[in-house]
Nanobody, 128 residues
Framework: VQLVESGGGLVQTGGSLRLSCAASGFTFDDEIIGWFRQAPGKEREGVSC????????YYEDSVKGRFTISSDNAKNTVYLEMNSLKPEDTAVYYC??????????????????????WGQGTQVTVPS
């Protein structure tokens, strides 16, 4: 199993980026894919996650209305569309996969340990 993030970069406040998480080694079915981020000196936190079998999704409060998670099963890729970016969104963004999930809910954003596979991360920088 491999997860590869791309799409990060430097963008001005109010700008947009679309992150991609290309998955290989498994075919999208009932797994949960999550986006997490870690800013310097801070703990890794959940941003959004999606369950591919029913497209249910959850968002961390600070990104609701600005970020959208989506999945393209044909491409085995999950996206994170980020709009109205703010300096506090600056972080390394990681995608992760839980291939054997149980019940799904907003708590998954805090359950980093449930995700068995992680990508290498992509940097997003929004200068203040």
């Amino acid at each position: 199993v491999q997860l590869v993030e791309s799409g990060g970069g430097l963008v001005q406040t109010g700008g947009s980026l679309r992150l991609s998480c290309a998955a290989s080694g498994f075919t999208f079915d009932d797994e949960i894919i999550g986006w997490f981020r870690q800013a310097p000196g801070k703990e890794r936190e959940g941003v959004s996650c999606i369950r591919n079998s029913d497209n249910s999704r959850y968002y961390e409060d600070s990104v609701k209305g600005r970020f959208t998670i989506s999945s393209d099963n044909a491409k085995n890729t999950v996206y994170l569309e980020m709009n109205s970016l703010k300096p506090e969104d600056t972080a390394v963004y990681y995608c992760a996969a839980d291939l054997s999930p149980g019940p799904f809910g907003s708590w998954y954003l805090a359950w980093l340990y449930e995700f068995e596979f992680w990508g290498q991360g992509t940097q997003v920088t929004v200068p203040s």
